[in-house]
């Protein structure tokens, strides 16, 4: 594996490459760049908290690119921190993975676990699609059946957090009432899930939950026969010239499919121009157009009196659509892992955070919204 080193922040150039990708500067791909040294100037200060990696691309070349060194290994110092995969202050497990460029993704996870459903969908390894109920992927462990909510429940509404189950993660992750904590402390995460009763008709309401996301990786592996780091590996990691990854495993031995991938921030910037390309890379289809539109939908708005608000497509958000067409895309994962892709804009932008024990002084959101979107002409 890469190891992590100190970078300084790489200036481009019209021609060269950085980790695969072509290079070009702010300026020749049309981009203000005094609006983005103002946002690294802010990052420097420490107004967005701890962020540890900021990169752009636009038509398809770095043209932004600044890392930013931490000392974790002090900071988590007088926390004493375990040597465990779910102890968010340990250095060895985060943000980075055991002194290397891999950087824990966290529910963007989720996003990247979509596409592997996509890419079965599209070999035929899942003959009905979205359309297939959960629970025919389970039955190896007997589900309750006897509700019939859980009969009707299918793979959309799974991938739509949509499901229907009984589920509890609008509490903090510091609360040990968090379903999403007490699935991390289980010994068998697929039956934890499905130990959980219905509350509602699925498909009908939006409820963040985790633990659908660790269904769906199980799905995958029942529809492949391999486990999806495995089945990752070789469909969508090396087609994109991403050699290095890790993913955690569950005490069962399955992968964390909810937040336990890690990958560099090139390589995250990778998945999401894949996206941005409706799921071609370099000439070659990785995944169907038709799963890359379905997957951004959006399907359902976060809050239903707000129609035109945050929607959820598969395992992605889509925070902003303006008359039915999507603006922005993007995953989201804890700590401040923001992979965003701008359509109408040809760009991609990636942050890297570990805003975990405070909160920043001024939200991504804010740079993103009024600074990078302006910037870009």
């Given at each position: ?37 103002a946002?690294?100037a802010?990052i ?34 007088a926390?004493d921190?375990?040597?465990e ?6 250095p ?8 290397t460029d891999l ?11 979509s ?14 699609g ?7 992927f ?16 299918t ?15 609008s ?16 010994d ?5 899930v499905l ?36 089945y ?5 990691f ?37 996206m ?36 959820y ?30 359509p ?16 920043p002084?001024?939200?991504l959101w ?12």
């Open positions: 594996m890469r190891m992590l080193v100190a970078l300084l922040p790489i200036t481009l150039t019209a021609c060269g490459s950085v980790s695969g990708w072509p290079t070009s500067t702010l300026e020749a791909e049309g981009i203000d760049s005094t609006r983005i040294d946002v690294v802010d420097e200060a420490g107004d967005y908290g701890r962020v540890d990696h900021f990169l752009m691309v636009r038509h398809g070349k770095l043209v932004c690119d600044h890392h930013f060194p931490r000392d974790y290994a002090a900071m988590s110092a926390l921190p375990k040597d995969p779910y102890d968010y202050d340990h060895g497990w985060h943000p980075y993975y055991r002194g950087h824990t993704l966290q529910s963007v996870t989720k996003s990247i676990t596409i592997c459903i996509g890419i079965a969908i599209d070999e035929g390894l899942i003959p009905d979205v359309q297939t109920p959960a629970m025919s389970f039955s190896d462990f007997e589900p309750d059946m006897s509700d019939p909510r859980r009969q009707a429940m793979l959309e509404d799974l991938l739509t957090m949509r499901s229907g189950i009984d589920w509890n993660e509490i903090p992750y510091t609360d040990e009432r968090n379903s999403c904590v007490q699935l991390e402390l289980s068998d995460w697929v039956r934890f130990g959980h009763p219905m509350r509602e008709d699925p498909g009908t309401k939006f409820d963040y939950n985790s633990g659908v996301s660790v269904l769906l990786g199980k799905i995958v592996r029942v529809a492949t026969g391999r486990r999806i780091d495995d990752a590996r070789e469909k969508l090396e087609p994109l010239g991403i050699r290095d990854s890790y993913w955690k495993v569950t005490p069962c031995g399955e992968n964390d499919t909810e937040g336990g991938l890690y990958l560099s921030a090139h390589d995250l910037a990778k998945v999401v121009q894949l941005l390309q409706k799921g071609e890379w370099n000439g070659r289809r990785i995944v169907s157009e038709r799963w890359v539109e379905a997957s951004i939908g959006p399907h359902t708005a976060i809050d239903p009196q707000q129609p035109d608000g945050v929607q497509g598969y395992q992605w958000w889509v925070p902003v659509v303006r008359n039915g067409e999507v603006r922005q895309f993007q995953g989201s994962g804890y700590g401040g892992q923001y992979p965003i892709v701008l109408k804009l040809d760009t991609v932008i990636v942050f890297n955070a570990w805003n975990t024990n405070e909160q002084k001024k939200p804010n740079a993103v919204r009024n600074e990078l979107v302006p910037a870009i002409r």
